[in-house]
């Protein structure tokens, strides 16, 4: 039965008790007050003390819960807090973490640590484990997967599983299922641990597994991995190599971890920040990743202004055509961000691609032209209340039923043609279309003025 861990609520007075242990090197304080808490909970007290305080508070807590408290600490926090330990220190709590874990934790070490820390490492079937997985790439399933696993060879019978599944329990926290290989360890199925425990002693692994397995290459994207799981709803996933041999798993709480980076890089391109910042970066990192885009924001308002300097003889003929530009521009915006951001979500789920281009195209002329007409009215109506001019308000709304057709095309085949080119659709989502929308809503409403009015 697993321990019980209580919540732990972080206070203010807290850390100053905390702060004031560890100067007077008060061990019991720390081992009294973080009894049975969850070390995620410790982590984000972690990280809003300094390195040598944490440092304090993991030497006096058990290396398996201090292998917990390392992997669950930010990566800016957990890479200059590991500056803090010895190489030898290190790998006991490497020791602790499950081979994918490590990794991610050695990988942030500077080299020549990485080699002292892994030669510290006493048990040589983990090190080797660590040494394997150091060879993929971080974003493909080799660089996710663990070594850990509970495998049985399809010749066992089910007393020589049970005490396979024995020998692992320590190293495999959560068993999802047991892994079948042939001799050449080629994966040839599954088998759960409900049939195990329900068949005889005496019954063959080859009378009860199930073929039907999916699995993933090392070398596939961990996007495509984190769209597997999700679409056939796994927990776990065998992990193979070009020869099909079974050489690891990925668990679900990686493909999270994936899912979450992922959804974190499209809003920073739908902001229009253009690479992966943390509010604690430098000033020049977060300048950095920001300003591209709002300087092409800048040059885009240059341009709008431009086309309504072309138009200025009309604007000074007819002064109320400034009043309703702002609604054109704003209009134009979201209807563009809208579609794109739909666009955008179908193509992150792979089912969609049922419809052709042709059909989304369609489908969204049609939805288009009913918003447009919708829009249309509406703004009639608005400016004739407002303005009580009724040419003007069939210029406003002619202008912006242009506008809506035109913004939902853009905001359609711009993520879509991205997408084709190999370029991050969710760059279409934000200044990208905004900006685009606002040029061409300005040049369509006045171009429709200068023909009505």
Request: a negative charge.
């Amino acid at each position: 039965m697993a321990e019980e861990r209580m919540t732990f609520e972080l206070s203010k007075e807290y850390l100053e008790s905390l702060q004031e242990a560890f100067e007077a090197g008060n061990a019991a304080f720390i081992r009294e007050t973080m009894d049975g808490v969850n070390p995620a909970d410790i982590s984000a007290l972690l990280d809003e003390v300094d390195s040598d305080t944490a440092k304090f508070v993991i030497d006096t807590l058990n290396d398996t819960i201090g292998a917990e408290i390392i992997e669950d600490l930010e990566e800016d926090t957990r890479s200059k807090f590991l500056e803090k330990f010895e190489a030898p220190e290190l790998a006991d709590y490497i020791t602790e973490m499950e081979s994918d874990d490590a990794v991610d934790v050695i990988n942030e070490l500077p080299v020549r640590k990485r080699e002292e820390v892994i030669s510290h490492i006493k048990d040589p079937e983990a090190a080797s484990h660590i040494m394997e997985l150091m060879r993929y790439d971080e974003d493909c399933a080799g660089g996710l997967m663990a070594k850990e696993m509970i495998v049985a060879n399809i010749n066992w019978t089910v007393v020589q599983t049970i005490e396979e599944i024995r020998r692992q329990r320590e190293n495999v926290d959560k068993i999802y299922s047991v892994y079948v290989v042939d001799d050449q360890n080629k994966l040839r199925g599954k088998v759960s641990v409900k049939k195990i425990i329900l068949a005889s002693d005496r019954t063959f692994v080859k009378d009860i597994f199930d073929e039907e397995v999916i699995s993933v290459e090392t070398y596939m994207d961990e996007e495509e991995v984190a769209d597997i799981m999700q679409k056939y709803d796994l927990d776990a996933v065998p992990v193979v190599n070009l020869q099909g041999k079974l050489v690891g798993r990925i668990t679900i709480d990686d493909v999270v971890d994936v899912i979450t980076e992922q959804a974190e890089e499209d809003m920073q391109l739908m902001a229009g920040i253009s690479s992966d910042v943390e509010e604690d970066d430098s000033v020049w990192a977060i300048s950095k990743a920001r300003l591209p885009w709002l300087l092409i924001g800048l040059l885009g308002g240059m341009l709008g202004a431009w086309a309504i300097g072309f138009f200025e003889n009309d604007l000074k003929e007819n002064a109320a055509l400034a009043l309703f530009i702002p609604l054109v521009m704003a209009t134009g915006g979201n209807v563009g961000i809208q579609s794109s951001t739909l666009v955008v979500q179908s193509l992150a789920n792979k089912s969609a691609f049922s419809e052709t281009f042709g059909k989304r195209l369609s489908k969204m002329f049609l939805v288009a032209i009913l918003s447009s007409l919708v829009l249309g009215l509406f703004s009639f109506l608005l400016v004739y209340v407002i303005n009580g001019d009724q040419q003007m308000g069939l210029v406003v709304a002619v202008a912006l039923q242009g506008v809506v057709l035109l913004a939902s095309f853009m905001g359609t085949t711009t993520p879509i043609v991205l997408d084709k080119f190999g370029i991050n659709p969710a760059l279409a989502s934000g200044p990208f279309i905004t900006t685009t929308n606002d040029i061409l809503g300005i040049i369509v409403y006045l171009a429709v003025a200068n023909l009505l009015l």
